[in-house]
């Protein structure tokens, strides 16, 4: 049984914007943590329903894959009030309650006028009650190992931010790219278990800095280069209802 510990956490309540760490998330069996990827910008007419939510590909919404400017913001959301914030080098751009037709109307006004080069329509903050927006049709939870990271870093031989793959989690657990091989696998912490259901295989937007904005790389190539796949990652399922925090230990069955 390999062991490991959890480093951080994230969400990304709102599709294609910036990582919001967290320290705990309670997540049910076969859910997701709570507010991942809970809103998206529609970009352009998608057919959306929220009275009967289905899986969408990506293409639909504003995504950092050919949306690299999303990286320039800075954003947060507040589970209670609905308050979602967007800042550009530490100030405050817009703000309002995603809850609420005003708030949103705030936020989908502002996109309209940064974004108008990359939008095919009016924007329009999708949600739905339980719907998450995952590039998945399932509810997952993507793991990133540091390790693979800290490899990657040193094959390309310059620093790889492992937010570039969207963790919800990070841990830390040589050997290097080991979690590759965990598909079928039970993952165990303290209060949850998952499995493994399969790699990640990556798109461009990885290619872009979660800094910076600009698409500085071109990682899904360089690792079919390196490993013969583009894969980097896992996404697990929940099993069971349960908690998962920053500091758990997390042990993989052999």
Avoid at 31 to 45: K, L, S, T
Avoid at 105 to 118: C, K, P, T
Wanted: hydrophobic share 40%; aromatic share 8%; proline share 7%.
């Amino acid at each position: 049984m390999t062991a490991a510990h959890i480093l951080s956490l994230y969400r990304y309540p709102v599709k294609g914007f910036s990582p919001e760490p967290i320290a705990r998330a309670e997540i049910p069996a076969g859910g997701a943590i709570p507010f991942d990827r809970a809103f998206a910008v529609e970009n352009g007419p998608s057919g959306f329903n929220p009275a009967a939510p289905v899986y969408f590909q990506k293409s639909r919404f504003l995504m950092l894959m050919k949306n690299e400017r999303m990286a320039e913001f800075q954003t947060r959301f507040d589970d209670a009030s609905g308050v979602f914030k967007i800042a550009r080098k530490g100030a405050t751009e817009v703000e309002g309650s995603l809850l609420t037709a005003e708030g949103r109307g705030r936020i989908e006004a502002w996109l309209a006028e940064n974004f108008s080069a990359e939008l095919r329509g009016a924007p329009k903050i999708l949600s739905a009650p339980g719907h998450t927006f995952s590039d998945m049709p399932a509810k997952v939870v993507h793991l990133v190992n540091l390790a693979s990271a800290r490899a990657l870093s040193e094959e390309l031989g310059r620093p790889v931010d492992p937010l570039r793959f969207r963790p919800n989690i990070v841990i830390d657990s040589p050997p290097a790219y080991g979690e590759l091989d965990w598909k079928g696998r039970e993952i165990r912490l303290k209060g949850i278990t998952f499995t493994c259901e399969h790699r990640t295989s990556r798109c461009a937007a990885t290619n872009v800095d979660p800094n910076t904005g600009l698409r500085d790389m071109e990682i899904p190539r360089m690792l079919e280069a390196l490993h013969g796949h583009n894969d980097f990652g896992i996404y697990l399922v929940a099993k069971t209802d349960g908690a998962i925090a920053v500091g758990d230990e997390i042990a993989v069955t052999a």
